[in-house]
């Protein structure tokens, strides 16, 4: 005890002597001056091993033996943070008096001794301290707290005799169960002293001290004991000479709860996985480089039906709300900002006026040469009508185009101005029934209706609609669609109205222009019947278009009655009903300047 009691004095003191030092030198640098402390250190070692077993087991004791062990260690500075590994071998030794050794009256004279090794696993964690003057020297003192495990240590002594009848007999002289044991809570201290061949390379000498509280020997479930032995007793003989007589066997049933320890010297190598700060740094390779890069990569999606959203404005902000970078979503619904420095940022999106939900981005986040994700969701409940005008019965689209969006009940009314690929876009409110056309000079523009209760936004976001502009020239005829009448009737019915308003609109846009309005019939019929019944025709189509405010004076009415059939269906001419039903059609005309 006074060895080890010796052993942490001496480590304590050094303990402090080393915090006081780095504490001194660490205000002014003067470490770091010399050699870089912070970073990763590992160490291997071997040695040898003196063990003490305080299981006060009579004529046992317990030779030295090999051990080996590592550690790894992290220097915040002076100090850190490790983790060591041993394993310890170690041997019991009897010390029962073999010689002159008498049992019941009978010499022993034949011995048969078995004694297992013992094996000792230590891992412990704990703090490091280091004290480095110069490159080539350094001192560490590193306290461990942990678990063991101990396995062995079986001892067994067995003697021979023939006893007074004769008979060959063999008894237990010595007995210990040894150690079967895993967790125990144990200490270590250790003192380490370095020379460093290289920067970071070195060979290290050392010493430490551990101690596993409370562990418990093994018992012999079969035999029920843990420790047996027979007592020896010297007598002297007649002829002055000692003899060893023993006595009954003493047993200790219950296992002891004794501490184990043991100091050991080591050698071993340790290598510092420092750089020198003073060293000039290597110029890194392109692909070095590339792993360095931080990038963000932003995703737009709609919440409710999972769409990836194109053109979707994303902006990247700092906490401060500066905004440091901008972008719009591909046709993938994605947008990368590259080499970007890891930080925390405020993500913000917009799609078409309408605000996304915002998504922020921590600086812990971002791993070099990784691509951070992210995703901005559209939470709007509001459907988005993507239109696209075009003129009549072509694919060529339609460019600067004043598309008007209104309600049915007047409340809502919107404009947009269709761009270079003739698109268009709006907010649609849930429920609501919509008209929408085009407005554009020398246009007459298809009018639709749109009702959004034939739509679950569950499933829908996006509205498509394609709006057909057919291009007026003057003197040139347009057919003017769904113009019905009764049979023999000129009134106009309540499914032509709706047509016709569309040409009232296209009045009121364009209130410098004069219109022919022309009715015409297929070939059936007396010629000049059906010359009545068109100019008749005509005539109520304008009354329509004057009762919605659009003066007389700019409109003509003509019947043509059968006199301008576009086919073949002439009298005589054996045609179907859907070859007359080309005939029969109501056109408007734009009136050239120069015509009264």
Not at 190 to 202: A, D, M, R
Not at 310 to 322: A, Q, R, S, Y
Not at 414 to 437: A, C
Request: hydrophobic share 30%; charged share 25%.
């Amino acid at each position: 005890m006074k060895k080890i009691k010796l052993i942490l004095i001496i480590t304590f003191y050094l303990s402090g002597l080393i915090s006081i030092n780095a504490q001194e030198l660490a205000p002014t640098d003067t470490i770091a001056n010399v050699v870089n402390l912070k970073g990763f250190q590992v160490a291997l070692r071997g040695g040898f091993d003196i063990p003490t077993f305080d299981n006060n087991t009579p004529y046992i004791d317990y030779k030295g033996g090999l051990m080996a062990g590592a550690s790894i260690d992290y220097y915040f500075k002076w100090y850190g943070l490790g983790v060591d590994f041993d394993y310890i071998q170690n041997k019991p030794s009897s010390s029962y008096r073999t010689g002159n050794l008498y049992y019941n009256g009978n010499n022993v004279t034949n011995f048969n001794l078995t004694e297992d090794k013992i094996t000792r696993n230590f891992i412990g964690i704990g703090p490091s301290f280091q004290y480095q003057p110069t490159k080539k020297y350094s001192v560490e003192l590193k306290l461990r707290a942990g678990i063991s495990s101990i396995d062995g240590g079986k001892t067994s002594l067995e003697g021979s005799y023939v006893n007074s009848s004769n008979v060959p007999s063999t008894e237990i002289f010595n007995y210990h169960n040894g150690y079967s044991q895993t967790n125990i809570f144990s200490a270590k201290g250790s003192l380490q002293f370095n020379y460093f061949v290289t920067e970071k390379l070195g060979l290290s000498l050392g010493g430490y001290y551990l101690k596993h509280f409370d562990s418990e020997e093994s018992k012999n479930t079969l035999l029920n004991y843990t420790t047996s032995y027979k007592p020896i007793t010297p007598v002297l003989g007649t002829n002055n000479e000692y003899t060893n007589q023993t006595s009954n066997t003493q047993l200790r049933e219950n296992p002891c709860n004794c501490d184990v320890s043991s100091i050991g010297i080591f050698v071993g190598l340790v290598y510092k996985f420092t750089s020198d700060p003073n060293k000039p740094k290597k110029e890194k390779t392109k692909k070095e480089k590339e792993k360095e890069i931080y990038s963000l990569t932003v995703t737009a999606r709609d919440k409710f039906t999972k769409d990836i959203l194109p053109e979707t404005e994303i902006v990247l902000k700092n906490n401060d709300g500066e905004i440091l970078k901008t972008g719009k979503t591909n046709n993938f619904g994605v947008v990368v900002f590259e080499e970007i420095e890891p930080d925390s940022y405020v993500i913000e999106g917009s799609l078409y006026g309408i605000n996304l939900e915002n998504e922020d981005a921590k600086k812990r986040e971002f791993k070099k040469g990784k691509t951070l994700q992210k995703e901005l969701s559209y939470t709007d409940k509001n459907f988005i009508l993507k239109g696209k005008t075009v003129r009549c019965n072509t694919t060529s689209s339609l460019a600067d185009v004043s598309v008007i969006l209104r309600s049915l009940d007047a409340t809502i009314q919107k404009n947009s101005i269709t761009n270079e690929n003739g698109e268009y876009t709006f907010n649609l409110n849930e429920k609501t029934s919509f008209t929408i056309y085009g407005k554009k000079d020398s246009y007459f523009s298809q009018t639709e209706t749109i009702n959004t209760e034939n739509f679950d936004r569950m499933t829908t976001l996006f509205v498509k609609l394609e709006i057909c502009m057919e291009q007026v020239d003057c003197g040139k005829a347009i057919k003017l669609n769904d113009i019905q009448y009764d049979t023999d009737k000129y009134a106009v019915k309540k499914e032509g109205k709706v047509e016709l308003n569309r040409l009232v609109q296209f009045l009121n846009d364009n209130p410098e222009i004069k219109v022919e309005l022309s009715s015409h019939t297929d070939s059936r019929g007396q010629n000049t019947y059906n010359q009545t019944l068109s100019q008749n025709r005509a005539n109520s189509v304008v009354d329509y278009i004057v009762s919605q405010g659009i003066k007389r004076s700019r409109l003509t009415a003509n019947g043509y009655g059968e006199s301008q059939l576009l086919n073949e269906c002439a009298d005589g001419v054996d045609c179907t009903e859907e070859q007359h039903q080309v005939n029969r059609r109501t056109e408007m005309k734009v009136i050239c300047p120069d015509n009264k």
